[in-house]
């Protein structure tokens, strides 16, 4: 008797276990698609599509991603100015990327010296977000997120789609 009683408990607690891990699961799905919609508001104009197939192209000669002070200071790249988007790097795999290392993509000096080395995670990507300039001035990107939820949301379907 005591034995059936325990294995009733047991096999209890294991449903109410693997029913929480199917909500959780649910949450984080929701959490990624509602995040997926949010990198279309925010982020797509100008890092562009995250999907698989896509990938960072390089800008042509006149196009955009140096800023003023960092083309003067390089003879290959001439003055260019941000016309058009995508204006940052890709951001599919970013997470677990180390910072700057993006194929051809040409980073600011400001950027590169407040953030070699770093490797892009759920935190540093939260600090990133919530305000680029206040984390490294002179950086190019201009963004600021106040809201945490939103910042989450947009974090978790970046590290989804990897």
Known sequence: MQTTKAKMIAVAAL?????????QAQAEDADVAE????YIAHCK???????ATSKFEAPSRGS???????AEARSDVGMQLAFAPPFGPNLRGVVGRPAGTAAEFVYSAAFLKALT???WDEG??????RDTQAWVP???????QK???IRRKIIAYLKANH
């Open 45 to 51: 104009m100008c890092h562009g599509d995250n999907s």
């Open 138 to 144: 002179g950086t190019v990107m201009f963004y600021k």
């Open 35 to 38: 995040g997926a919609k949010l």
């Open 64 to 70: 955009v991603h140096v800023a003023q002070g960092e």
């Open 117 to 119: 080395g770093m490797t």
């Open 15 to 23: 449903s109410l276990f693997s029913q929480g891990m199917v909500m």
């Open 124 to 129: 540093t990507l939260d600090w990133w977000i």
């Open 147 to 149: 809201d945490p939820e």
